[in-house]
């Protein structure tokens, strides 16, 4: 309601702007998006629905404009050519140190922020990078599949027990079991669980959160040398941490913001692939005939096997599952995070040199990218095998960043969601209902308009969970 009110004034003063007959400011020859309000620029309209305002400047004003959002003046680039260049970042006239800043202030409500970044961008960065690669991932990945086996083992009892299915929030769902297992993982078994509706609501109030006890507790225990079981990953972290001289409180917050970045993005797109798969009965069959060749032909049928199987195994086999990741991560990123210039400098973008000032704030509109039907047909669809043996979308795929700021944890990540839907398409039989219980195939509800740096759900979806090898009159009918 309130919505429709703002829409509509809106587009009334638009109106207005336009029967102005306002002619297009440049600024170092890039468009100018008329500010609509003093101050506030473009910001109400850009907040109620950011890809459809950043689509209609792009439309107007082009691959690169200038745009006022509350006070902050960014330069959108939304061709492939241009955010590859910026991501790029061959001179290194970029920083993403304003980003980090601001996540650790206010997830972290770090005190000595300047410090706190510098330490995570030149130590805490490279510890994450080495232990997420394809040469270290084992460490985490082995304790990751431990944990998680174990977790769905006790869903599969509970479920087996059951004379219905088990019905969950599909996002509760996954976002409680990556949790814990991940925080297992990387944390060591003193982590605490029951902070995770601590982190339900960091996820749902992170710009107004004020404290959480609970984790910042276990962070503290950290700093008497209590890290036993954690991996080597946050062992690392700390140390480099110790070594500065940081406040108790300072680190606490940096592992917190750390904590919330190893789990959000992650929690997304396992989210946005599951239900992309079960919205889908002819690409979840797929899957489900993938997960069972796969683990038939090179695990002798066994989950267990696959489970204590090195990483670099599962991502040679599963192609379909790795693909519908990638693909995911296509449809659901919608902007990385910004940079700040350094130093005048310019990027190449497919309409030539773009000048860029020192200060100037930029936005890579990674969803102009990924939507392009020139580059991707049928953008708007998801297909499952779109980059099954695709080579060629380094420059366009855009979803872990690019350049130096290339997500960290990138293989990880895909690790543990690879995991979480071979377990849970080889132990289950799996449907999605709306909170009346209707099913939901082929009319996934839209996503939340107002979705600016990942697509957020409307609604809440349903998980219905049975055994796989149920007898029939044991299910819930759908249809
Ligand atoms: C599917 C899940 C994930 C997605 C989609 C994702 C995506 C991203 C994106 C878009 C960026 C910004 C890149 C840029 O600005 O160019 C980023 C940065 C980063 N990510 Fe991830 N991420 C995921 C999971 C993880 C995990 C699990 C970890 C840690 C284990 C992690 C650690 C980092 C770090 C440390 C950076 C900062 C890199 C830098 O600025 O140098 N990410 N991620």
Redesign the pocket.
């Given at each position: 309601m309130y919505e429709d009110i703002i829409i509509a004034l809106c587009a009334l003063l638009a109106f207005v702007l336009a029967l102005r007959g306002s002619r297009t400011k440049y600024e170092e020859g890039v468009p100018v998006v008329p500010a609509l309000l003093p101050w506030l620029g473009n910001a109400v309209w850009y907040g109620t629905n950011p890809v459809k305002y950043l689509k209609q400047c792009q439309e107007r004003y082009g691959h690169a404009f200038r745009l006022l959002l509350a006070g902050n003046r960014y330069l959108v680039v939304s061709d492939a050519l241009g955010v590859h260049s910026l991501?790029r970042d061959k001179q290194k006239a970029f920083t993403?140190f304003p980003?980090?800043r601001l996540m650790t202030k206010t997830v972290g409500r770090v005190t000595q922020d300047f410090d706190v970044v510098q330490i995570?961008?030149e130590r805490?960065?490279p510890i994450?990078?080495k232990?997420?690669s394809p040469e270290h991932l084992d460490r985490?990945a082995f304790s990751f599949n431990g944990e998680l086996s174990r977790q769905f083992g006790a869903v599969d009892d509970q479920v087996r027990a059951l004379p219905t299915s088990l019905v969950t929030p599909l996002s509760s769902f996954i976002t409680k079991h990556l949790y814990c297992a991940?925080s297992k993982t990387?944390f060591g078994p003193l982590f605490p669980f029951e902070t995770f509706a601590d982190f339900e609501y960091l996820e749902k109030n992170i710009t107004s959160l004020l404290s959480l006890s609970h984790l910042l507790y276990t962070t503290r225990a950290w700093h008497d040398g209590q890290l036993h079981g954690a991996s080597e990953?946050a062992t690392a972290m700390m140390s480099a941490m110790k070594d500065t001289q940081l406040s108790k409180s300072d680190v606490d917050g940096t592992l917190l913001t750390?904590m919330w970045?190893?789990?959000s993005?992650?929690f997304?797109?396992?989210y946005w692939f599951l239900a992309f798969l079960l919205n889908d009965r002819e690409i979840f069959d797929r899957v489900k005939e993938e997960i069972d060749t796969e683990l038939r032909d090179h695990y002798g049928g066994d989950l267990n096997r696959a489970v204590s199987s090195p990483s670099s195994s599962l991502d040679k086999h599963f192609p379909l599952i790795s693909s519908g990741?990638k693909e995911t991560?296509r449809l659901?990123?919608l902007?990385?995070?910004?940079?700040e210039a350094d130093t005048d400098t310019e990027i190449r973008t497919s309409a030539g040199p773009l000048q860029i000032r020192k200060g100037d704030i930029l936005m890579?509109n990674?969803n102009a990218v990924h939507m392009d039907d020139n580059t991707y047909e049928d953008a708007k669809t998801f297909r499952l095998d779109r980059f099954v043996g695709d080579e060629k979308s380094k420059q366009t795929h855009?979803?872990?960043?690019?350049?130096?700021?290339?997500?960290?944890?990138?293989f990880?990540?895909?690790h543990?969601?690879k995991m979480l839907t071979i377990h849970c398409v080889r132990l289950w039989d799996l449907q999605l209902t709306d909170a009346s219980g209707k099913p939901i195939v082929g009319n996934l509800p839209p996503p939340d308009p107002r979705s600016s740096?990942?697509l957020m759900p409307s609604v809440e979806v349903y998980l219905h969970i049975r055994p796989r090898d149920a007898p029939s009159n044991n299910r819930t009918v759908l249809n």
């Amino acid at each position: 309601m309130y919505e429709d009110i703002i829409i509509a004034l809106c587009a009334l003063l638009a109106f207005v702007l336009a029967l102005r007959g306002s002619r297009t400011k440049y600024e170092e020859g890039v468009p100018v998006v008329p500010a609509l309000l003093p101050w506030l620029g473009n910001a109400v309209w850009y907040g109620t629905n950011p890809v459809k305002y950043l689509k209609q400047c792009q439309e107007r004003y082009g691959h690169a404009f200038r745009l006022l959002l509350a006070g902050n003046r960014y330069l959108v680039v939304s061709d492939a050519l241009g955010v590859h260049s910026l991501l790029r970042d061959k001179q290194k006239a970029f920083t993403t140190f304003p980003v980090h800043r601001l996540m650790t202030k206010t997830v972290g409500r770090v005190t000595q922020d300047f410090d706190v970044v510098q330490i995570m961008m030149e130590r805490l960065f490279p510890i994450i990078n080495k232990e997420c690669s394809p040469e270290h991932l084992d460490r985490l990945a082995f304790s990751f599949n431990g944990e998680l086996s174990r977790q769905f083992g006790a869903v599969d009892d509970q479920v087996r027990a059951l004379p219905t299915s088990l019905v969950t929030p599909l996002s509760s769902f996954i976002t409680k079991h990556l949790y814990c297992a991940a925080s297992k993982t990387v944390f060591g078994p003193l982590f605490p669980f029951e902070t995770f509706a601590d982190f339900e609501y960091l996820e749902k109030n992170i710009t107004s959160l004020l404290s959480l006890s609970h984790l910042l507790y276990t962070t503290r225990a950290w700093h008497d040398g209590q890290l036993h079981g954690a991996s080597e990953m946050a062992t690392a972290m700390m140390s480099a941490m110790k070594d500065t001289q940081l406040s108790k409180s300072d680190v606490d917050g940096t592992l917190l913001t750390f904590m919330w970045g190893l789990h959000s993005n992650t929690f997304r797109i396992a989210y946005w692939f599951l239900a992309f798969l079960l919205n889908d009965r002819e690409i979840f069959d797929r899957v489900k005939e993938e997960i069972d060749t796969e683990l038939r032909d090179h695990y002798g049928g066994d989950l267990n096997r696959a489970v204590s199987s090195p990483s670099s195994s599962l991502d040679k086999h599963f192609p379909l599952i790795s693909s519908g990741i990638k693909e995911t991560m296509r449809l659901v990123v919608l902007l990385n995070s910004l940079r700040e210039a350094d130093t005048d400098t310019e990027i190449r973008t497919s309409a030539g040199p773009l000048q860029i000032r020192k200060g100037d704030i930029l936005m890579p509109n990674v969803n102009a990218v990924h939507m392009d039907d020139n580059t991707y047909e049928d953008a708007k669809t998801f297909r499952l095998d779109r980059f099954v043996g695709d080579e060629k979308s380094k420059q366009t795929h855009l979803g872990f960043g690019g350049g130096t700021h290339l997500c960290k944890g990138r293989f990880f990540a895909v690790h543990v969601i690879k995991m979480l839907t071979i377990h849970c398409v080889r132990l289950w039989d799996l449907q999605l209902t709306d909170a009346s219980g209707k099913p939901i195939v082929g009319n996934l509800p839209p996503p939340d308009p107002r979705s600016s740096g990942f697509l957020m759900p409307s609604v809440e979806v349903y998980l219905h969970i049975r055994p796989r090898d149920a007898p029939s009159n044991n299910r819930t009918v759908l249809n």
